[in-house]
């Protein structure tokens, strides 16, 4: 079995792959998406430049250290 990722353009073709689906040629499963992803996607298509998540990873490490630091 493959699996392949997706991304509709034409909603028409969302009415081929449930027929698809009905006929079991083909099964849908809906892919989990962090919380944290989902929220950067939405702040980038506002944003010109966006930092990506490994920047923010390091700037979040770098806040933890500076407040446990002071412990």
């Known amino acids: ?3 392949l990722k997706i ?3 034409n909603p028409k073709a969302l009415t081929l792959i449930k027929g698809m689906q009905e006929l ?3 099964k849908i499963s809906e892919e989990p998406t962090s ?3 989902s929220y950067l996607k ?3 298509k506002n944003a010109d430049t966006a930092p990506d ?3 923010i990873a390091e700037i979040v490490e770098e806040v933890r250290a500076a ?3 002071k412990k």
């Open 42 to 44: 939405k702040m980038r």
């Open 35 to 37: 919380k944290l992803k």
């Open 7 to 9: 991304e509709i353009v």
């Open 24 to 26: 079991n040629l083909i």
């Open 67 to 69: 407040r446990y630091a």
């Open 53 to 55: 998540v490994d920047e």
């Open 1 to 3: 079995m493959e699996a």
